[in-house]
Nanobody, 115 residues
Framework: QVQLVESGGGLVQPGGSLRLSCAAS????????MGWSRRAPGKQRDLVAQ???????YYADSVKGRFTISTNNANNTMFLQMNSLKPEDTAVYYC?????????WGQGTQVTVSS
């Protein structure tokens, strides 16, 4: 099994920035895909950004140009740099990983964008 632990969430004003971290129990290179999803209040979870085998990177239209996904393979950590945050970005953010046919996600970290 893959264990994922998110951190770095908090309260930020519109236009501000946050950097989320995801600590993975497995080497990132051993995973078929790894990324971030989020669940806004009262809504389903949506994919925000993702690395996939083959070197492709996906960003949801709502975050393109504002969010950047990256990894530190040496310590099995994935990051989500979030800039120019909007109130609509308020959500619980989850680290997501695909290993074989099984999808994993962590407990999430709360991001609140409000003035």
């Amino acid at each position: 099994q893959v264990q994922l632990v998110e951190s770095g969430g908090g309260l930020v004003q519109p236009g501000g920035s946050l950097r989320l971290s995801c600590a993975a129990s497995e080497k990132i290179g051993s995973l078929n895909a790894m990324g971030w999803s989020r669940r806004a209040p009262g809504k389903q979870r949506d994919l925000v950004a993702q690395f996939s085998t083959g070197g492709r990177t996906y960003y949801a239209d709502s975050v393109k140009g504002r969010f950047t996904i990256s990894t530190n393979n040496a310590n099995n950590t994935m990051f989500l740099q979030m800039n120019s945050l909007k109130p609509e970005d308020t959500a619980v953010y989850y680290c997501t990983a695909l290993q074989g046919w099984t999808n994993y996600w962590g407990q999430g970290t709360q991001v609140t964008v409000s003035s």
